[in-house]
Each structure stands twice: as structure tokens, then as C-alpha cells.
């Protein structure tokens, strides 16, 4: 049914219900897996940026790519345990957001589903984070699994 399937996670979501899930179609499927982070570093683009952080914006990059490594790795263990074979993809963008990314990297390594996590934001923080899976499904090229959050 699926041979190539990625899987988005974030930190939240790393050892998870979505990882999980990817996991076992995967296995069920005979699938290849690949977990995916979307590092969205638009906000780090701004040219106030620099102000805010005494050594520029390079050091904050490169913190925040080795920590989405380092749970990206997490999760490539989690799956080679169970017997998948695994790639790690992180994506990062200076001009995309998180959703756009995750669309162009699952495009690209040519996957046939794509599964992601679905935040349960409501009210404010809605309005102002947005929803990534509502943005997601708007702009994936490939089937889609969107999995709830606990």
C-alpha cells in the first residue's frame, strides 16, 4: 500500500502517539521510513533578531539544529528497533514556514504518505499560531495521516 512514509515530529511528538503510529504502518506496509523536523527560522531572519541576541543569530541556529538532531536520532532509534529502515531529514528555512517545508521535504524524498500530528490549539492561540495541520492539508502533495495529540 505505502513504501515510502515520513513522519513530521516535533519534541513534543518524538516518542509519541505520531511517531508510533508511523512506526507501525511501516512495519505493517514493509514501508521505509523517514522522520522529518521542519526548523522554521523566520523569525531568527528578522533583522531585529540580532538585537535581541548578544552574538547574532548564528549560535541560536546552530543550537536549535543540533537539538532537533538530537531528537530526530531519538526517533530513528526508536523506529531501527523496531526493524524500519530509517532516514533522517531536517529541513530549515529562513523564508518558509514549518508547513511548507514539511510538503517540499515529503515531495521531495518522494514519499507516498506523509503523517503528522494534529496540536489541539483553540481561542488565542489560534488565532495567532494557526494551525500547522490545517496548512498542511492545503499544501501536501501526498496522502496525509494527521494523528491527535494525547
Not at 508510533?20 to 531572519?45: M, Q
Request: aromatic residues 6%.
Amino acid at each position: 500500500m505505502y513504501s515510502r512514509i515520513m513522519v513530521a515530529i516535533d519534541s513534543d511528538f518524538a516518542q509519541g502517539q505520531v511517531l508510533d503510529t508511523a512506526i507501525e504502518l511501516a512495519r505493517l506496509c514493509g514501508a521505509r521510513l523517514a522522520v522529518c523536523h521542519a526548523l522554521d527560522e523566520t523569525i531568527l531572519a528578522n533583522r531585529t533578531a540580532g538585537v535581541w541576541l548578544s552574538e547574532g543569530v548564528a549560535p541560536a541556529e546552530r543550537q536549535l539544529a543540533d537539538g532537533a538532531l538530537t531528537f530526530l536520532e531519538a526517533a530513528a532509534e526508536v523506529a531501527r528497533a523496531a526493524g524500519i529502515d530509517v532516514d533522517v531529514r531536517l529541513v530549515r528555512s529562513e523564508a518558509e514556514h514549518a508547513a511548507e517545508m514539511i510538503a517540499r521535504a515529503a515531495a521531495e524524498w518522494r514519499a507516498d504518505l506523509l503523517v503528522a500530528g494534529a496540536h489541539n490549539r483553540q481561542g488565542i492561540e489560534r488565532f495567532f499560531v494557526g494551525s500547522f495541520a490545517e496548512q498542511l492539508v492545503r499544501k501536501a502533495g501526498v496522502s496525509l495521516l494527521l494523528v491527535r495529540g494525547a
